[in-house]
């Protein structure tokens, strides 16, 4: 995948016309409050909420990349349809209303189509325009960023909001790394599983995606192994629609499972981010390992589970591999598929430049934030995944997007808040003096 990219955005009424042409001629680039570097459900998010507080604001990401390139045909979302919404202002385009305009069922598991058609629904009318040209730089300037284009266009801008997706952070255990893609693959590397049919894969993992991804290639025609080095931890069967008043009142909805504490997260979503580091790191944890319910019929009694065994040695030999087990037992198989999920690290981030990324206080990779998702370089701001171990689980989710966005279009318009001093408000009253909202 190339350096991340995107869209121009304009929200209802901020019609201002910019033209990044390339012809030499041009001298003032195209300026803005702020520029969101991708496109997905946090980029889209972020943008409607900027777009409707008065800013200028570009967009560069293709719209749902991750989930439209990323993610295998046939994949369900674990999130009930109420904890998918990407969020604007008004609250006007929710999934129910996208269900109920476009004639779909409100169904659990929501089907990952589904999910794609209702982001697009979403961008179309909360932020109508997306660029799809990619970042390949974001530089320090002295009164904001200056960001190039893949096609050699600039635009400048005050503040810039990094909500690109988790494909930059796939993590590739480093035993496997050096080996041809025809052999090992990470899980987002796949859209389509048809062409494994009558191979032997073997997955590496044991949260929600290799049991699902094992499930989806089963259902391809593969032979299918999963080695987990931990037991495979079944979550509980949904019962959303049958639990009693009682239940509801002891352990209510939330986005991420019933319960007080996600309940919490949801509705106090900056709390989380005021626990120390370390208890921060070990709640996380826990999440990365379950898998739902639904997929047991689809797997046990069709894949084999090799759970708590680790990968000790691996050889290749006559286009094939042989794995020897941590319990001394060997696979053979066509192909290893990692399902071994994503680790951040900003220094993958080759779209910002090695001087800013150098400014950019991390810890264990994440960036460090302030308490409105602002890095240590003022006007730097990260969501999504990034924003994991400073804000917690929700923003793993479709479900911490509007959380994020209300927050980060606070900070920028107030650009007195933190250490931000993006976009100041004599500029947001400015640009409502130019019929910009």
């Not at 979403?122 to 990619?134: C, G, L, S």
């Not at 996380?284 to 084999?304: C, E, F, I, Q």
């Not at 042989?322 to 399902?339: E, F, N, Q, R, W």
Request: proline share 5%; charged share 20%.
């Amino acid at each position: 995948m190339p350096p991340l990219g995107g869209s121009a955005s304009r929200g209802q009424g901020q019609h201002q016309e910019f033209d990044i042409s390339r012809e030499e001629e041009l001298i003032v680039r195209p300026t803005f409050d702020v520029v969101v570097v991708g496109a997905g459900p946090y980029g889209l998010s972020t943008a409607a909420h900027l777009l409707g507080r008065g800013l200028r604001v570009a967009v560069f990401g293709k719209t749902l990349e991750m989930w439209r390139e990323h993610m295998p045909k046939g994949m369900l979302l674990r999130s009930h349809w109420w904890a998918t919404n990407l969020s604007d202002p008004g609250g006007d385009y929710g999934f129910e209303r996208f269900a109920r305009d476009a004639g779909r069922d409100r169904t659990y598991p929501v089907p990952l189509q589904t999910f794609i058609d209702y982001g697009l629904w979403f961008q179309q009318r909360a932020v109508p325009e997306v660029d799809e040209t990619y970042v390949s730089s974001i530089e320090r300037e002295d009164t904001g960023y200056l960001l190039t284009l893949q096609d050699g266009r600039e635009v400048e801008s005050q503040a810039v909001v990094m909500a690109i997706g988790p494909y930059h952070y796939a993590h590739r255990p480093e035993q496997f790394a050096g080996l041809p893609t025809k052999l090992v693959s990470h899980s987002s590397d796949h859209r389509d599983f048809a062409g494994f049919k009558g191979r032997d894969v073997v997955v590496i993992g044991g949260g929600q995606s290799a049991i699902e991804f094992a499930a989806l290639l089963h259902e391809a025609g593969a032979a299918v192994q999963v080695v987990s080095r931990r037991s495979v931890h079944w979550l509980e069967a949904d019962r959303s629609g049958t639990r009693s008043t009682l239940e509801r009142i002891l352990a209510p909805d939330a986005g991420i499972a019933p319960g007080w504490i996600n309940w919490v997260w949801d509705h106090r979503p900056v709390l989380f981010y005021r626990f120390p580091q370390p208890w921060k790191d070990a709640y996380n944890a826990k999440y990365h390992s379950g898998a739902t319910d639904w997929l047991r019929n689809r797997v046990l009694g069709k894949v084999t589970l090799r759970e708590r065994r680790t990968v000790a040695r691996l050889e290749v030999a006559h286009g094939r591999l042989k794995a020897t087990l941590s319990d001394g037992a060997t696979v053979s198989a066509d192909h290893i598929l990692l399902a071994t999920g994503y680790t951040v690290d900003v220094n993958r981030l080759t779209m910002i430049h090695p001087s800013v990324r150098a400014t950019i206080a991390t810890d264990r990779g994440s960036p460090v934030l302030n308490h409105w998702f602002e890095s240590s370089v003022p006007g730097l701001y990260f969501v999504g995944l990034t924003s994991l171990r400073a804000f917690g689980p929700l923003y793993r989710f479709v479900a911490g997007c509007g959380a994020a966005a209300r927050r980060v279009a606070k900070a920028i318009t107030r650009g007195q808040v933190g250490r931000s001093r993006a976009v100041t408000q004599p500029a947001v009253a400015a640009n409502a003096a130019a019929g910009l909202r």
